[in-house]
């Protein structure tokens, strides 16, 4: 069976801070993608990022950084320097890569960025 | 260009009735995937379509439906409405090149269902 865990359900630091979302999967398949997608007080989920499973490259984007674990399964975010716009819920999200786009997700981290 | 758009946003219901909501997808998409968010379940997936049909369906009851148009755009129909039907309704569309999984889901604002 596929699953996703976000052991974090609240995380709340100070502005400026950085902080580590974490994200532990399971899945049989070889293949597969990996997500996060931050959903804000209006509803709709934003996509971040993607990683693919055979890529264990980590990225950074501005102040965004993932770190993905093949060997731990695990696919974490940092935020560097948060601000009070980072507040939201973040997703993690699991989905094959073949045949439908079936996601998923982690029951999220609500991260709240105190000025 | 226009992000995915549901209609409506919000909705009050009451139980057993029934209820349809719409999604229109990114110009050009044809895949579109529909989600249930509730504070107890979390997100959950309700099924897929592609050109028109359905490829992919969750573990919900018959009383949830849905079906694409031609021209991408979907709708999900829940029939004899239950409290526990009460959730964000999220559609999510993605490019749907013929290997899905390699472009991500872009997902609307959500229409939030209240039954009473």
């Known amino acids: 069976a596929q699953k996703v865990t976000q052991a974090q359900t609240e995380i709340s630091v100070v502005e400026k801070e950085d902080v580590t979302l974490d994200c532990v999967y399971e899945t049989r398949d070889t293949t597969y993608y990996l997500f996060w997608y931050k959903q804000p007080p209006s509803g709709e989920l934003v996509f971040l990022i993607r990683r693919n499973s055979f890529d264990e490259q980590n990225e950074i984007s501005g102040r965004y950084s993932w770190n993905f674990q093949k060997s731990t399964s695990s696919f974490n975010f940092t935020i560097t320097a948060s601000q009070v716009v980072d507040s939201a819920v973040y997703f993690c999200a699991l989905s094959p890569t073949s045949g439908t786009y079936k996601y998923i997700f982690g029951t999220g981290t609500r991260l709240k960025v105190l000025a | 260009k226009a992000g995915v758009t549901q209609t409506p946003r919000y909705l009050i219901k009451t139980r057993g009735q029934q209820v349809t909501l719409s999604c229109s997808p990114i110009?050009?998409?044809?895949?579109v995937s529909w989600y249930q968010q509730t504070p107890g379940q979390g997100l959950q997936f309700l099924f897929e379509?592609?050109?028109?049909?359905?490829?992919n369906k969750g573990n919900f009851p018959g009383r949830f439906s849905g079906r694409q148009f031609s021209n991408s755009r979907s709708e999900m129909n829940v029939s004899t409405l239950e409290l526990g039907d009460s959730a964000l309704y999220l559609c999510?569309?993605?490019?749907?090149?013929?290997?899905?999984?390699?472009?991500?889901?872009?997902f609307g604002q959500g229409t939030r269902l209240t039954v009473v």
């Open positions: 110009s050009g998409h044809r895949s």
């Open positions: 999510a569309s993605s490019g749907g090149l013929q290997v899905p999984g390699l472009a991500e889901a872009f």
């Open positions: 379509y592609f050109s028109e049909t359905q490829r």
